[in-house]
């Protein structure tokens, strides 16, 4: 099978399985297996395409995260393995380290927690963009935590990371961030098959978590990732367990994404 057979039949599938992005994949699919990029794969329509690629593409069909079938996935500077031990980096989540490195651009050894931490996304990215840091990740997920260790070992960033909840933002902190579940249970049947068939549910499904961490945590600084809708609520929490300056910031799709607040 040619590249420009791989790419009209990997479109056509994809299509009917009822995946949003079709073209866009069957790209990623067939640059990943010939090991080059999506501009090099329509530089190459004749070249023979490894067998190795249908059964990715059958993957894909099943509508199982296309981060998963590729196996890494690209977050700011980084390039993190991903798999069904922790959810997808999101572009969503590369704001919430924007705000977590404008916050700390003053800051010369900062203590950063990560709270939930899955692939080590945020840590790692603090990690790599804040070389003075030290961070700290932490996850209730064994098999999150070890996903986080293998990309930490892989981009040789140093990260502590150990098991640990909520509590851990008690422990005192410059600046505590997290990505929590957030999805109520009532909305989980709703999600998109990559999500509810293939992501781990105790990852994404969970109620009153901003409010708790906001309440248990000893930070200078909170960083706090949100739901849609949930932004006024979140902010209105946090000034409420004392913090000052408290901030929304849109993602890239204008959603309001991100609420954030310091204590003096």
């Known amino acids: 099978m040619t590249v420009a057979e791989a790419l009209r039949l990997a479109v056509q599938r994809l299509t ?7 073209e866009v994949d069957s790209e990623l699919l067939v640059a990943h297996v010939l090991g080059t990029s999506r501009s090099g794969v329509h ?3 004749d070249r023979e395409v490894p067998e190795e690629f249908e059964a990715l593409l059958e993957r894909r069909s099943s509508r199982e995260p296309l981060a998963y079938v590729l196996g890494d996935w690209g977050f ?3 390039t993190l393995k991903t798999d069904a031990r922790a959810l997808v980096p999101r572009p969503e989540t590369e704001v919430v380290v924007e705000r977590c490195l404008a916050l700390l651009r003053d800051e010369t050894e900062p203590r950063v927690l990560d709270l939930g931490t899955g692939t080590g996304a945020i840590a790692l990215a603090i990690a790599d963009e804040h070389p003075g840091a030290r961070v700290t990740a932490v996850d209730a997920s064994p098999e999150a935590l070890a996903l986080a260790r293998e990309n930490a070992d892989a981009l040789e ?4 990371l150990r098991s640990g909840a909520v509590e851990t933002a008690a422990e005192g902190w ?3 961030v ?3 579940p957030y999805v109520a249970p009532a909305d989980w ?4 098959p990559e999500i509810h068939d293939w992501e781990p549910r105790a990852a994404l499904v969970g109620e009153g978590l901003h409010d708790e961490i906001a309440r248990v945590a000893d930070t200078r600084m909170l960083v706090l990732e949100v739901g849609d809708g949930q932004a006024e609520s979140a902010a209105s929490a946090l000034r409420s367990f004392g ?3 408290v901030t929304i910031t849109p993602d890239l799709t204008g959603k309001e994404r991100v609420v954030e607040g310091r204590r003096t």
Do not use: I, M, W
């Open 16 to 22: 009917a399985a009822g995946v949003d992005t079709p």
């Open 43 to 45: 530089a190459a329509r």
């Open 76 to 78: 700011r500077r980084l």
């Open 157 to 160: 960033l140093s990260v502590e």
């Open 174 to 176: 410059d600046l505590v």
């Open 178 to 180: 997290s990505n929590p």
């Open 189 to 192: 049947e709703k999600l998109q």
């Open 243 to 245: 913090y000052g300056d």
